[in-house]
């Protein structure tokens, strides 16, 4: 089992930007591809971005293509997720997930909480 504990969601104004964590709780962390996910009121979950084991290979949903950057450190079992430019339609609950490299939320075993992210415009 692998507990995921998000942080650094908040308030912000449209054009600013955030960055948030996630860290796991076992050392095997770097065992699993890491994913971001968001769901919006009303909305399904949709994919973010992913990062490989190794953190050499990363994936974004066209939304966040050039926004926002995805980054792991394995020695602190941690991955980020620097978010730039955000925009109203951004608002969301945003939650990690470890499992398969994949962007699709059935790829992941291992779910945090999630942490809420409001872009005021």
């Known amino acids: 089992q692998v507990q995921l504990v998000e942080s650094g969601g908040g308030l912000v104004q449209a054009g600013g930007s955030l960055r948030l964590s996630c860290v796991a709780s076992?050392?095997?962390?770097?065992?699993?591809?890491l994913g971001w996910f968001r769901q919006a009121p009303g909305k399904e979950r949709e994919f973010v971005s992913a990062?490989?084991?190794?953190?050499?290979?990363?994936d974004y949903a066209d939304s966040a293509r050039g926004r926002f950057t995805i980054s792991r450190d394995n020695f602190k079992n941690t991955v980020y997720l620097q978010m730039n430019s955000l925009q109203p339609e951004d608002t969301a609950v945003y939650s990690c997930?470890?499992?398969?490299?994949?962007?699709?939320?059935?790829?992941?075993?291992?779910w945090g909480q999630g942490t809420q992210v409001t872009v005021a415009s």
């Open positions: 997930a470890a499992g398969s490299y994949g962007g699709v939320p059935s790829k992941y075993y291992y």
């Open positions: 076992r050392r095997t962390f770097s065992l699993y591809a």
């Open positions: 990062i490989s084991r190794d953190g050499g290979t990363t």
